[in-house]
């Protein structure tokens, strides 16, 4: 037996997270074993588990998913804890002691928060030297810095991680950062650099020019070392008046126009005890932030992978353009020997036009590094910045070997979770694209591009994919983060959810027309955008099982229910919601007018399907939390807002007053249709899509739902013949372009190769790879239940098509690891199924096939029922299909 992935509030090893009320979460794998009979888990102050402040002893009803202790947790302190599993045959194991550690928590800093004493423009370093009079046991740095910040120790980068202290709306919160720095500790002198750049507190954030200084227009630093010695002393160091400060060698920086670095402007020696102090100048004590400090929720954004160039290209201009094969977001770092004064840029974009190097699609976002040789040979990395890109123009180099150049990845660190390979190259290369998308806009914030001057939140983008990104990768803590902030917004705007989060939309109109709520300015409370609070905890549950994380995110559920029904009950309480603005079925291709960006299904009625959706997600979320007064209140809430559609919208008949492909699907996924009403929308969707060659025509809210609709409506080749399309639009047309993620748009590349619209067109945005999603449930069938959420139980029903030879999906669930596939043996199928330890799963067996043998042997319920519960263990089940 085995017990692995450990996690505490779904991060492994947090330290300085908020830890509130933590919950323990791992899996666990039996050799022989099915079922968990009994659970312990304890906590420690010493990982040899002598000092124990908590033992649950064996207790039956301790679930993998998610244990909550009750602890009285000190700040500043690190905690030791194991888990162990007993299986219903007796098998035992014992877990080897993870940790996690406690942050400031609400303890009042012995540090003030500090400013450069000089312009708010130059980019600030600030310094602190030190003497320890002995050896050091152990040693925390506590830092908040604004915009973003890096800690050197003795002159070396503290900790991987990048970007701190992250985005969030910055009057409501900004993060604390917890570093380790015991191994930077030495006896004698020692010195702390702290160096600060723009980003999303201060410089330019957004799409128009005012959206810059948002939060604030002076670089601030709070800072707090905690040193113990080996002789029981502490040894505290504060921000104060004490710190010195001195101009950065970083000129300029943007998350969107980049870095300007001037090597000659280096600090000799900075950061350790024998920096040169001409020039430094003592920091000013400030105004800290308008909002509060506090620890962390957001899991660390590090370099999780490095890629070389595959070629170095001399385009027709005679550009030198460095090609890594792959979109993706992160930096170029490069080796530099060059003379001093010598300015090397790179240029960073998405895509050749006419074999030159392009980035008009970008709009105002210059994307550029911008180095000045001190004449010496270095190492370049940017500090402040990210950039989306594949290709990566250098100027300024005589000579470019490309072995000098290497591209770092960055986003948020999340496991994956979910591979889907098939017999097709291009399908498989479509999957790696929507998980390249995830990797390269889940950055802190599940962002809408990476590319040019937006890089938002966008909440209709985060609530299509969260399927997909959790089938994909561990997102609960990731989501989480994005859920606190989109609560805080939900407080100032009644219920209503903001179109982005952190709302940057709303902050740039305070800050226009001051004096104002945030609701009178209008950016928010748009349908499938706000309804993000309520599909994304739902989601999150469902995946993961975690009680204690639907209850905190309860609040984004109900106060989004509670503004539409407020909305609804303002003009006349009919249980539709047809008033606001709604963004709708976005970038659809049904618009008569070509230029808009708006989709042809009307927006009242797309608006009032998702009015049904989260009142019944909410009622869901209320009867898993006990709440049966709210589970009855929302239950019927959706009952009335279903039969007002139906009334409003679809005849007896089930003649549908909105005739496009979206409507359609939102009928059929959505139960707003049943029985003989139900074949008719569904013959009239088959017509439809036959009026176009069987093309979508769909946008963000149904594209996500069109396989789905018609794979659980008997027309699962159709599904198929879409996902295998390879002519404008489908998903495959992109690939056969060329696209390594997934467009913005469905004709973002024209098929002579020409960028379509400069104007809104990302070559990394998201949203359409939410048809991963149904890969994973319906290629390859394996499906999370609400009747065992967390995947203890799931539904294994895949649905094969013979133009695919085989298919199969591996899903490391919060369960265990699930295996579903299927391969084509003339008249056989063969089907081969994992269900994890302590798990349970039903396979449905597809209508088109008769069951055989299940692992060799004859099953008659297979055989009679088409389905059979499956416990751990491994199956293969052949069958011999009925079709002709």
Same mark, same amino acid.
């Given at each position: 037996?085995?017990?692995? *992935? ?74 030791? /804890? ?58 925390? #740095? ?21 970007? %701190? ?15 380790? @720095? ?49 002789? $029981? ?21 943007? @998350? ?54 595959? =070629?170095?290209?001399?385009?027709? #201009? ?77 100027? $300024?180099?005589?000579?470019? *070997? ?7 990845? @960055? ?10 390979? %098939? ?12 998980? /390249? ?68 939309? %709303? ?38 099982? &975690? ?5 905190? =995110? ?9 503004? !539409? ?14 008033? $606001? ?119 963000? !809210? ?23 399309? =390879? ?11 060329? #696209? ?11 098929? &002579? ?16 790879? #939410? ?16 009747? $065992? ?78 389905? @059979?519960?499956?416990?751990?263990? =491994? ?10």
């Amino acid at each position: 037996m085995n017990i692995t *992935h450990m996690r505490v509030d779904h991060l492994e090893n947090p330290m300085g997270a908020e830890l509130s009320h933590p919950v323990f979460t791992w899996t666990a794998e039996a050799e022989s074993g099915k079922k968990q009979a009994a659970a312990r888990l304890r906590v420690s102050l010493d990982e040899e588990m002598a000092a124990m402040i908590y033992d649950s002893g064996r207790r039956e009803e301790i679930s993998s998913l998610g244990f909550r202790a009750e602890l009285d947790l000190q700040p500043r302190t690190r905690y030791y /804890w194991d888990i162990q599993v007993w299986a219903d045959n007796g098998e035992t194991a014992k877990s080897a002691a993870a940790w996690f550690e406690t942050g400031k928590r609400k303890e009042k800093w012995e540090a003030v928060w500090i400013t450069p004493p000089f312009d708010k423009d130059i980019h600030p370093l600030f310094l602190r030297k030190f003497f320890l009079d002995g050896k050091v046991s152990s040693a925390r #740095a506590y830092v908040c810095g604004l915009g973003l910040f890096e800690v050197e120790i003795n002159g070396l980068k503290c900790g991987r991680e990048l970007l %701190t202290p992250f985005c969030t709306d910055y009057r409501n919160w900004a993060q604390q950062v917890t570093f380790d @720095i015991t191994p930077f500790m030495k006896e004698g002198g020692n010195a702390v650099g702290i160096s600060l750049g723009n980003g999303w507190y201060k410089g330019r954030f957004g799409f128009v020019d005012e959206m810059g200084e948002l939060y604030g227009d002076r670089f601030l630093l709070l800072c707090e070392l905690r040193i113990r010695m080996e002789d $029981g002393r502490e040894l505290v160091l504060g921000t104060d008046g004490t710190w010195l400060c001195h101009p950065s060698p970083v000129l300029q920086s943007s @998350i969107y126009d980049g870095e300007v670095y001037d090597a000659r402007k280096e600090v000799e020696g900075f950061a350790t005890c024998g920096c040169c102090m001409d020039g430094f100048l003592p920091a000013q004590p400030s105004e800290g932030p308008e909002g509060d400090v506090r620890d962390r929720l957001s899991p660390p954004v590090t370099v999780t992978e490095t890629r070389r160039p595959v =070629q170095l290209l001399v385009t027709p #201009a005679g550009e030198k353009v460095l090609d890594f094969g792959q979109e993706m977001t992160g930096w170029v770092e490069f080796d530099c020997s060059v003379t001093a004064g010598t300015e090397v840029k790179l240029s960073f974009g998405e895509i050749l036009q006419e074999g030159n190097f392009y980035r008009d699609n970008l709009r105002t976002a210059r994307q550029e590094l911008v180095y000045i040789s001190s004449g010496k040979k270095e190492h370049v990395r940017p500090h402040f910045t990210f950039f989306g890109f594949r290709y990566v123009k250098v100027e $300024g180099m005589t000579e470019i *070997h490309p072995e000098d150049f290497i591209a770092c990845v @960055i986003h948020s660190e999340m496991m994956r979770t979910g591979w889907v390979e %098939t017999s097709d190259m291009l399908v498989n290369r479509l999957m790696e694209n929507t998980l /390249w998308g995830q990797r390269g806009n889940f950055l802190d914030v599940p962002t809408d591009c990476p590319q040019r001057d937006e890089r938002m939140g966008w909440t209709g983008d985060a609530q299509v994919f969260c399927g997909t990104a959790s089938f994909h990768m561990y997102t609960p803590a990731f989501y989480r983060k994005y859920l606190r902030d989109m609560r805080m917004e939900q407080e100032e705007l009644g219920g209503s959810a903001p179109h982005v989060v952190p709302d940057v939309l %709303t902050q740039i109109c305070r800050l226009r027309e001051p004096g104002k709520t945030a609701a009178d300015y209008g950016r928010h409370g748009s349908c499938a955008w706000g309804d993000a609070a309520a599909v994304i905890p739902w989601t999150m549950y469902l995946f993961y099982g &975690d009680l204690t994380l639907l209850q905190e =995110q309860y609040g984004n559920m109900t106060g989004w229910v509670d503004y !539409v029904r407020s909305q609804d009950d303002r003009h006349g309480g009919r249980r539709l919601w047809t008033t $606001g603005f709604h963004f709708g079925d976005w970038l659809a291709l049904d618009n008569p007018d070509p230029s808009s960006s708006f989709g042809g299904t009307e927006n009242g009625f797309v608006a009032s399907v998702y009015y049904h959706c989260s009142a019944l997600l909410t009622a869901k979320a209320a009867a898993a939390l006990g709440k049966a007064g709210d589970a009855a209140r929302y239950g019927w809430l959706a009952e009335e807002v279903k039969e007002a559609i139906r009334k409003e919208y679809i005849t007896p008949n089930g003649r549908m007053a909105v005739n496009t492909q979206t409507a359609q699907v939102l009928a059929l996924v959505f139960g707003l249709v049943e029985g003989e009403q139900r074949k008719r929308v569904a013959k009239d969707l088959k017509r439809n899509l036959e009026k176009t060659g069987v093309h979508l025509t769909t946008g963000f !809210v149904g594209t996500p739902w069109l396989c789905p609709a018609l794979t659980e409506n008997g027309l699962a080749e159709y599904a198929y013949t879409l996902l295998l399309q =390879q002519d404008y639009p489908s998903w495959l047309y992109e690939v056969n372009m060329g #696209a390594t993620t997934v467009w913005e748009r469905w004709n973002s590349v024209l098929p &002579d190769g020409r960028v379509s619209d400069t104007g809104m067109n990302s070559l990394n945005h998201y949203a359409y790879g #939410a048809v991963a999603e149904w890969m994973y449930r319906y290629m390859c069938g394996i499906n999370p239940s609400e009747e $065992g959420c967390g995947f203890k139980r799931a539904v294994i029903r895949p649905v094969p098509d013979s133009r695919l030879k085989w298919a199969r999906a591996v899903y490391d669930s919060a369960a265990g690891r699930y295996e579903s596939g299927w391969e084509v043996k003339g008249r056989n199928m063969i089907f081969r199924v994992k269900i994890p330890f302590d798990a349970q799963a039903e396979f449905r067996l597809p209508c088109q096939c008769r069951a055989v043998r299940i692992n060799g042997k004859t099953s008659e319920e297979l055989c009679r029922d088409g389905r @059979i519960s499956l416990e751990t263990g =491994q199956y293969e089940i052949l069958a011999e299909r009925a079709d002709p």
